[in-house]
Every structure is written in structure tokens, then in C-alpha cells.
């Protein structure tokens, strides 16, 4: 540990210096975010293991099919998002301010309207995966292997909703290490059960989803337990939980919940709509191409693992602060987070864009794959750099309450720019070349939009009037 300690002496020493971060700020977003990015490197690092796996499997299809089913999975996926980011927004600053009963009503009400969301998605996910694939306009057999994705994955949708909650829970209170542990024992669960399915067994595709609903289950359940005021062999019970003892459903704390939320909900679900028209669009070059722009999209994610951590320490530090009064404390955290994310992803963009040929080769044999990978995995990874300064913006403002305008960046930075860049691939010479400038303005453009809405200070103003609302 005294080496350890000491590097971080030296990195928190040259980043003061630097004038990035004080390092006391430092050591309170560390402590936050590591974990968060040890969790969100393991989820992202579980779905790019499968895409792999089944890319070396089955083919550019498989992948291909993949693609296609995990667009539909992320509707579900983000509305839960923004579901639980209004819940770390609201539950931080009813911890902060001492009032822990509102902030177990509070969690009982999220995972009311996670169960009123998430159920009848999971149920059309399931009866009607293959039309829905089918609406994408790939080929046959990979209609094929996206509809059995889907379908098989679809039940746990449920607990995916519940566990986004649960880990955004425990973040807002400063417990992201527990998250972690839960979180990425199921992806080691995850990567280890697709292994034993895809190759051991032969399922292919249907190995594939088997081992990620297995997982998602046994996570969900685990978080359960925590919140039933339950401790676990690596932490205590934590202070907050389910309100057991009152109203199944409380409108007036709904309302706040749903206000907070609703911007994060359409944000999120801006972001994953606009993926079936990308992905339309990137099918007209045939499935290498769907595959090789899904990976680019992967491994954009798997920089972004980065942002769950800063994100997270923004949400709970600037709104525990602004909870206890501390504006100026709250708006240095806030602002020197959104400085350490730039440094960092500029970094981890180099040295992805550096590895980009062998990363390519994790997911193919065939080399025309491969060469058709590479670009988009650089693409993907200077698109991150945007994409990390959005998250930890987004994440200040929603420690705030502030979430409408992420919303705003996002729907512009997707459907006025992204979009229609993405379309002149198939309308003009470009090609795949308006492919790769459609990724970077689907990241840039919402980044500009949500940092500029934070240094503007108008988020002060509105925790202000949630606060005094109660």
C-alpha cells in the first residue's frame, strides 16, 4: 500500500499543481468513482467479451444480429437511466439534508415505476422479437440470431431496471464499493456462463443471452437483499431503504421523482432511438459493416466505463453539498470533475487509437473485417473524449436536479446532426466515411450543449427551489 499511496500523492500533487482538481476534491471523487469505473468497466467489458464471443463463434451475422436486439434492449436500458438518475438526484439530497425517511419513500417509489416500465417492454420484447428485428431491414440470418438474442434476454429486463436503481442507491449515499462488488461479480458470472454456453455447449446466440439474464437475476436479487436493510459479508447495512411500512404508492413523492426523471428518461431515450436509423443505414453497406460500426460503438462505451465513476462522484458530491448549503463547495466539484475527465479520456483515446489494429482482432479472424474495424474502433474512441465531458456534466447537473437540458444536447447533437451526417453515406460519395463523422457529432454536440448549461449556474437556482419544496 505505501507504493500505492505514494503514487497517488504524486498524481494528486501534479493535478493540483496543474490547477485540474484540488487534491482534497481529488481524494473525495476517487474514493467515489473508482469503483464505479472498476463496475462500469466489468458491464461494459462483459458486453464486449460477448460480442466477441460470438463474433469468433458465428461470424460478422452473430454480431450483426447482436447489434440489432441490443438496440431494442437499451430502450429498456436507458429508460431505466433516467429512472434511477432522478432517484441518485433526489436520494443525495434528502440524505444530505438528513431527511432519510423521504429518501426510503423515495426508493420505493422508483422501483414502482421501474416494475410499471420495465414489465410490459420485457413482454413485447419477448412475444415480438422477430418482427421487431426484422424492421431493420438485415438479412435473413441475422434476423435470425437477433430475434433469439432478444427474446431469451428479454425476461430480465425487469431486473436490469431494478438494478440500475439499487447501484444509483447506494451511490447517493458515498457507497459505491458495494455496487462494485455486486455488480462485477455478476459480470464475471456473465462472461464465465457465455463461455461455458457459447463453446462448451455449442448454443452460440442463445448461450449468449442465456448467460447475460442468468446474471442480470442473480444482481438484481443480491441488491435486494441490501436494500431490505440486509447486510452483506463485505459492508454493513446501509442507512436507507425500502419504506416497508408505508403507502405501496405516494403521489406527492412520485411527482418530484417524475419531474426529475422525465428529462433523463427522454435524454437517455433520445440516445438509444436514434441507434435503429444508424444502424438502418449502416446495413445498406451489409452486415461487415453493422459489425465493424458496432464495435467502434463497443469499445466508445468501454472508454466511457471512465465517466460511470466521475459521473457518479458529480452526482452524489454536488448534491450532497448543495443539500448542507455549500453552493461554492458544490460548484468546485462540479467544475474540476468535468477538468479531470478531459485529461483522462484524452489519454485513454490515444492509447486505444494506438491499439487499434489488435483490438480490432479480438472480434474477427477474417482480415477484410478487421480492416474495416480499425478506423471505427479510432473513431470511436476520440468520440469518447465528448461523450466522458457530457456524462460528467450531465452528472453535476443532475446532483442539482437540473436535467433538462442534457436533453436538449442530446436530442440536437443526435437527430440534427448525427442523424442527417449518417445519411449522406447513403446519398453522396462519402460512403462509410459519413459513418465515422456521424459518431463524433453524435458525442460532440450534446457535450458543448450540457457543459455550457453548467457554467451558466442556473442549477443552483433550481436544487434551491427542490430543496425548499419540502
Known amino acids: 500500500m505505501g507504493l500505492v499511496s505514494r503514487l497517488f500523492d ?21 474514493d467515489l468513482a473508482w469503483p464505479r469505473v472498476v463496475t462500469g468497466f466489468s458491464r461494459m467489458s ?52 438528513d431527511d432519510t425517511e423521504r429518501a426510503d419513500q423515495t426508493i420505493t417509489q422508483s422501483y414502482v415505476l421501474a416494475t410499471v416500465f420495465g414489465i410490459p417492454l420485457a413482454v413485447a420484447f419477448y412475444f415480438f422479437s422477430t418482427p421487431l428485428i426484422a424492421l431493420m431491414g438485415a438479412g435473413s440470418e441475422t434476423v435470425q440470431y437477433g430475434a433469439v438474442y432478444l427474446a431469451t434476454l428479454a425476461p430480465a429486463l425487469v431486473f436490469e431496471f431494478y438494478t440500475k436503481i439499487a447501484s444509483r442507491v447506494f451511490a ?37 443471452a442465456l448467460g447475460t439474464a442468468i446474471a442480470t437475476g442473480v444482481v438484481s436479487i443480491t441488491f435486494f437483499w441490501g ?34 426523471s422525465t428529462p433523463l428518461v427522454l435524454q437517455e431515450l433520445s440516445r438509444a432511438v436514434v441507434v435503429f436509423p444508424l444502424l438502418a443505414i449502416a446495413a445498406v453497406f451489409g452486415p461487415t459493416t453493422v459489425a465493424a460500426f458496432e464495435i467502434g460503438r463497443r469499445i466508445r462505451d468501454l472508454v466511457n466505463s471512465l465517466a460511470w465513476g466521475y459521473s457518479i462522484a458529480a452526482s452524489s458530491l454536488v448534491g450532497r453539498y448543495l ?16 477538468r479531470l475527465t ?3 479520456f484524452v489519454i485513454l483515446a490515444v492509447l486505444v487509437a494506438v491499439f487499434a489494429r489488435p483490438i480490432a482482432g479480438l472480434f474477427a479472424n477474417d482480415p477484410g473485417t478487421i480492416e474495416q474495424t480499425v478506423p471505427f474502433v479510432r473513431i470511436g474512441a476520440v468520440a469518447a473524449i465528448a461523450l466522458g465531458i457530457d456524462r460528467s ?26 442523424l442527417p451526417v449518417a445519411y449522406l453515406s447513403v446519398v453522396t460519395s462519402l460512403g462509410i466515411a459519413a459513418l465515422y463523422l456521424a459518431l463524433l457529432v453524435e458525442t460532440s454536440v450534446p457535450a458543448g450543449i450540457t457543459l455550457y448549461r453548467y457554467q451558466t449556474g442556473t442549477w443552483r437556482s433550481i436544487s434551491r427551489s427542490i430543496r425548499q419544496a419540502h
Open 172 to 208: 447517493g449515499i458515498g457507497d459505491t464499493v458495494t455496487p462494485m462488488i455486486i455488480r462485477t461479480g455478476g459480470a464475471i458470472v456473465n462472461v464465465f456462463l457465455n463461455a461455458v454456453f457459447i463453446f462448451g455447449l455449442g448454443w452460440g446466440v442463445v448461450g449468449a
Open 10 to 30: 504524486w498524481i494528486a500533487d501534479a493535478l493540483e499543481r496543474a490547477d485540474v482538481i484540488a487534491r482534497d476534491r481529488l481524494r473525495a471523487t476517487f
Open 46 to 97: 462483459q458486453q464486449t467479451v460477448d460480442l466477441a464471443m460470438v463474433g469468433l463463434a458465428v461470424g460478422p451475422a452473430g454480431i450483426a444480429g447482436l447489434a440489432f436486439a441490443y438496440a431494442y434492449w437499451q430502450i429498456g436500458n436507458k429508460i431505466s437511466l433516467g429512472i434511477s438518475g432522478g432517484t441518485i438526484s433526489l436520494v443525495s439530497q434528502y440524505y444530505g439534508g
Open 342 to 344: 478531459v485529461l483522462s
Open 227 to 260: 436494500l431490505y436493510a440486509r447486510s452483506y459479508p463485505f459492508s454493513e447495512a446501509i442507512p436507507v431503504g425500502f419504506a416497508l411500512g408505508d403507502s405501496f404508492f405516494d403521489p406527492d413523492l412520485a411527482r418530484p421523482l417524475l419531474r426529475v
Open 393 to 418: 456534466a450531465t452528472g453535476a447537473l443532475r446532483g442539482a436536479g437540473d436535467t433538462s437540458w442534457p436533453f436538449y444536447g442530446s436530442l440536437i447533437g443526435l437527430y440534427a446532426f448525427a
Open 323 to 338: 443539500g448542507s448549503d455549500a453552493e461554492g463547495t458544490a460548484a468546485a466539484y462540479g467544475r474540476e470533475i468535468i
